[in-house]
T-cell receptor, first 114, second 113 residues
Framework: ETGVTQTPRHLVMGMTNKKSLKCEQH?????MYWYKQSAKKPLELMFV???????ENNSVPSRFSPECPNSSHLFLHLHTLQPEDSALYLC?????????????FGAGSRLTVL | AQSVTQLGSHVSVSEGALVLLRCNYS??????LFWYVQYPNQGLQLLLK??????LVKGINGFEAEFKKSETSFHLTKPSAHMSDAAEYFC???????????FGKGTKLSVKP
């Protein structure tokens, strides 16, 4: 499989549940990103990893916990979420950070928090 | 700091008409500029990017954009709209070699038959 793959595509969870989103890229990229996409708001950068090291945490609440075990995989662990956390979570990767590097996006995980 | 403003959250054109989606940016250093497209239930896909090599940039699906430093603009155009162009379009800026990509709020393009 090529490109950036996100699973699950849809997730419904209660506020007390614990779940995880998974992202996998087969492009040989070194940087991976989590974005949150909510209606009528710009894409919000959440986390950036470069060579498995976290380089950016954009003041994200601790109920979101990222994990990057290697350059090909990125997880977003979710616990005790709020209804306002319902959104489309997009994973992306790029060869490196910065400059003219192009982000390649996955199709997203649509999260609904009840 | 960088920022992006997309004028018009929704643009509607007739099939065959000119498409013009507006983007203005703010950057304290020479910017890298991008246009992405998002079709329903999909992630974002790169249309084109500006990296200072040429001010007129051609992208996929017949789209192009012109970088105008004096106007701090990077508007996206297509001479003739097709029904398949209906999607949401995002302009993004990155200031210099460092820094992350900053996205605009997006413009939803509708194409009428």
């Amino acid at each position: 499989e090529t490109g950036v793959t996100q699973t699950p595509r849809h997730l419904v969870m209660g506020m007390t549940n614990k779940k995880s989103l998974k992202c996998e890229q087969h492009l040989g990229h070194n940087a991976m990103y989590w974005y949150k996409q909510s209606a009528k708001k710009p894409l919000e950068l959440m986390f950036v990893y470069n060579f498995k090291e976290q380089t950016e945490n954009n003041s994200v609440p601790s109920r979101f916990s990222p994990e990057c075990p290697n350059s090909s995989h990125l997880f977003l662990h979710l616990h005790t979420l709020q209804p306002e956390d319902s959104a489309l979570y997009l994973c992306a990767s790029s060869q490196d950070q910065g400059g003219a590097n192009v982000l390649t996006f996955g199709a997203g995980s649509r999260l609904t928090v009840l | 700091a960088q920022s992006v403003t997309q004028l018009g959250s929704h643009v509607s054109v007739s099939e065959g008409a000119l498409v013009l989606l507006r983007c203005n940016y703010s950057s304290s250093v020479p910017p890298y500029l991008f246009w992405y497209v998002q079709y329903p239930n999909q992630g974002l896909q790169l249309l084109l990017k500006y990296t200072s090599a040429a001010t007129l940039v051609k992208g996929i699906n017949g789209f192009e954009a012109e970088f105008k430093k004096s106007e701090t603009s990077f508007h996206l155009t297509k001479p003739s709209a097709h029904m398949s162009d209906a999607a949401e379009y995002f302009c993004a800026v990155r200031g210099g070699s460092q820094g992350n990509l900053i996205f605009g709020k997006g413009t939803k393009l509708s194409v009428k038959p």
